[in-house]
């Protein structure tokens, strides 16, 4: 099965998810979004996989993010936003076979595998 974390190393909880699917025997594909950015597609399917819709992807803790979801704005917004300053998105994300959801709490990452 493959598994991608999209992870954020200064992050405790991103560091955790990937401890903990280490734990269970997986070595997933790391993506550091902060470096490699985000594209439509990846965050559409990320969207879609966790239920969430792409407001459910914000970081609710960035004033950007929080000053997004205030305001109502649309996915054509959100999408433009994640792009234009990755740190926007919630982490860690994980994605497998099965699905893909926020790893917070970080045992939310044992569902998806």
Known sequence: ????????????????????????GDEPTVVEYLKAGWDRETLERLASRTGLGL???LRKKEAHAKALLDAGADDEAILAAAIAQPILIERPIVETD????IGRPVERVLEVL
């Not at 992870?7 to 909880?13: A, G, I, L, V």
């Not at 099965?98 to 959801?101: H, L, M, S």
């Open 98 to 101: 099965k699905g893909a959801v």
């Open 55 to 57: 407001s459910g992807l």
């Open 1 to 24: 099965m493959s598994v991608v974390l999209y992870h954020n190393p200064k992050c405790s909880t991103s560091r955790n998810a990937l401890g903990l699917l280490r734990e269970q």
